[in-house]
């Protein structure tokens, strides 16, 4: 019996380590994408332009889903805290990840088809508790990112309040070196239908969350669900929740009706953390010009994201539903919404930022309207929204 064991021990090391050191990175290496399909250069006046932003800004990056150490530099994925510097990023929304339907159908998909998050924290090496809950999932991720302020030597900085935020924008005023992130949540699933799990999350750090992503939950429906529900009893309660300890609320794969639900019920502004617009890309993924007028009127900003679904490929695609936000809108509702890391290809990674100012740029955007789309629109409503 001893030697039986001994033999399941070594065996199941084997696996642990096969799957931590080997096929983890194989699969954020496939899934994680650059592809450059479309000639770029940049002009001296775009890189001095860039040069000259003060606060560049991000609302969606997945980075915490892999096993990655984030003060690495690597030479594949999206985004790690040395291209940040590289690109002089003042903050990153880091979104957590609990739970994905295999497919990620845009149009339908069911909760209980085969989750991929279970298996990526099987192949990560990541205790059997994160294998069931997808509570502890969320938590696991927040201190992730929490241990990167003493990891990253004070060069790190995690953002929870406005005062959080002005001492990054005063500490980056001396060292361009700092950075900062702060955390979201993709789906209110991994609250496990317990709203006393919203408090804790917020206590962990969390300032954002969408009360869906890919497939219906406990609070209502998702725009890639089954149901196209509205919001439920437990959902409303989440809202109101949400509103009163100063939860940014994520519209980003909510249903069209619980969106407008949300809108009817909350006291306080919203954003989409990363979208396309069907008046560039008519796509289950992208909101409608009902929705933006509507986010819009509550103050609220369009992260227009760079991966394929939201927009047809390249950098000028980006821009042209940047383009078409602002002639809806106005400029101060557009920002930068990538998912970088999202299992999504992208046409840049972190450090390609430069060239999303050249096309702006080559589009007719003016200095001040491309100051605002790179982060000081993020900078303002994080202003008026954090606690």
């Known amino acids: 019996m001893k030697k039986f064991l001994r033999y399941t021990l070594a065996i199941v090391l084997f696996l642990f380590f096969l799957a931590t050191f080997i096929v983890s990175p194989i699969l954020d290496k496939q899934m994680n994408l650059v592809e450059y399909n479309d000639p770029r250069q940049l002009g001296t006046e775009a890189k001095e332009l860039y040069n000259s932003l003060e606060f560049i800004a991000d609302l969606h990056c997945d980075a915490l889903l892999w096993d990655r150490d984030l003060t690495k530099k690597l030479d594949y994925a999206h985004l790690d805290f040395p291209r940040m510097q590289q690109a002089n990023m003042s903050l990153q929304a880091f979104t957590i990840v609990t739970k994905s339907p295999k497919g990620q159908n845009f149009k339908q998909n069911s909760a209980d088809a085969f989750d991929k998050i279970t298996m990526l924290n099987f192949v990560q090496g990541r205790l059997p508790d994160k294998w069931f809950s997808l509570y502890k999932r969320a938590v696991y991720q927040a ?3 929490q241990d990167y302020q003493e990891k990253y030597a004070g060069k790190f900085l995690l953002v929870k ?9 005063e500490l980056k005023k001396t060292d361009p070196e700092v950075i900062g992130g702060f955390l979201g949540i993709e789906g209110a699933h991994c609250l496990e239908g317990n709203l006393d799990n919203l408090q804790n999350l917020y206590y962990e750090g969390v300032r954002m969350m969408a009360p869906t992503h890919f497939f219906d939950n406990e609070l209502g429906g998702s725009a890639h669900g089954i149901s196209g529900a509205g919001l ?3 959902g409303r309660e989440v809202i109101h929740e949400m509103n009163r300890l100063g939860v940014i609320i994520d519209l980003a794969h909510v249903s069209p009706k619980m969106i407008d639900e949300i809108l009817d019920l909350t006291t306080r502004p919203v954003l989409v953390s990363h979208t396309g617009v069907k008046g560039t890309k008519d796509s289950p993924r992208n909101i409608s010009d009902h929705h933006i007028n509507r986010i819009a009127a509550s103050g609220g900003l369009i992260g227009i994201g760079f991966f394929r679904g939201a927009i047809k490929g390249e950098i000028k695609h980006i821009v042209e539903a940047m383009k078409y936000v602002r002639d809806l809108v106005g400029i101060e509702h557009v920002a930068l919404g990538s998912d970088f890391d999202g299992a999504a290809t ?23 309207e491309i100051r605002a789309i790179m982060g000081e629109n993020v900078r303002r409503f994080l202003m008026g929204q954090l606690p």
């Not at 309040?161 to 924008?169: E, N, V």
């Not at 046409?347 to 200095?367: K, R, Y």
């Open 346 to 368: 992208t046409p840049i990674d972190v450090t390609g930022l430069p060239f999303i100012v050249q096309e702006l740029m080559n589009q007719g955007f003016s200095e001040s």
């Open 232 to 234: 439920t009893d437990f």
């Open 161 to 169: 309040s406005r005062q959080d935020l002005k001492d990054l924008i």
């Open 143 to 145: 201190r992730a990112l």
